[in-house]
Structures are given as structure tokens and as C-alpha cells.
Nanobody, 122 residues
Framework: VQLQASGGGLVQPGGSLKLSCVVS????????IGWFRQAPGKEREAVSC???????YYSDSVKSRFTISRDNAKNTVYLQMSSLKPEDTAIYYC?????????????????WGQGTQVTVSS
């Protein structure tokens, strides 16, 4: 399984960005996919995940601002980020657990993409 994250960039506070995670080597609709982020000097944390039945989960810090979704025809999972704050600045990674089960526990994820930088600044 390979994952490729993209869509990061520089955005002003209050703005929006949409990240994409393209999955190859496996049909994405069978996989749970998670988004994680790591800010400078901080540990990596879970942001959101989506199950193979499209159940969605969010961390408290992004709930109501971020939306995770998937397009199985494109083998792609998206993270729509709105009302961005400077504290959302981080490298964002997508990942997949070999178990196939959606979880916010990053220790259960085995396959990781390379990350995409999101910077929220005026």
C-alpha cells in the first residue's frame, strides 16, 4: 500500500484548504484512512479518520471545521479544512492501518504517506 498526500500550502487564518491522499497498491474502499499532523516541536497527533463504511471521526480540536471524505472511484481520501487557525500549522500525513479498522490511535497505522505542509499565517 502506498499513500501520497498533497494539497498543502500557505493560507491566511480563517481560510480553507483541501488535502488529498491518493492510495495505490490496494483498493481504497477496503481501507480505513487516517489523517495525522505534526507541528514543530510537538508530537504527531490524530486529526481524523474514515472507515471503509464511511464512518468518520475527528479530534476535538478540528471537529466542526474539518471534513473527511472519500472518492472510491479515484482511490482518494480528502480532508477539507475550513476556518483554519495558526495552530493548525503542521505537516499533515495520511496513513492506513493493516487491520483495515478505523482508529484514532496512530500506533495502529502501518502505511504512511510522505506528508504535506500546511502553514496558516497572515
Amino acid at each position: 500500500v502506498q499513500l501520497q498526500a498533497s494539497g498543502g500550502g500557505l493560507v491566511q487564518p480563517g481560510g480553507s484548504l483541501k488535502l488529498s491522499c491518493v492510495v495505490s497498491g490496494f483498493t481504497s474502499d477496503y481501507l480505513a484512512i487516517g489523517w495525522f499532523r505534526q507541528a514543530p516541536g510537538k508530537e504527531r497527533e490524530a486529526v481524523s479518520c474514515i472507515s471503509n463504511s464511511d464512518a468518520t471521526y475527528y479530534s476535538d480540536s478540528v471537529k466542526s471545521r474539518f471534513t473527511i471524505s472519500r472518492d472510491n472511484a479515484k482511490n482518494t481520501v480528502y480532508l477539507q479544512m475550513s476556518s483554519l487557525k495558526p495552530e493548525d500549522t503542521a505537516i499533515y500525513y495520511c496513513a492506513a492501518p493493516s487491520s483495515g479498522k478505523a482508529t484514532m490511535n496512530q500506533a495502529e497505522y502501518d502505511y504512511w504517506g510522505q506528508g504535506t505542509q500546511v502553514t496558516v499565517s497572515s
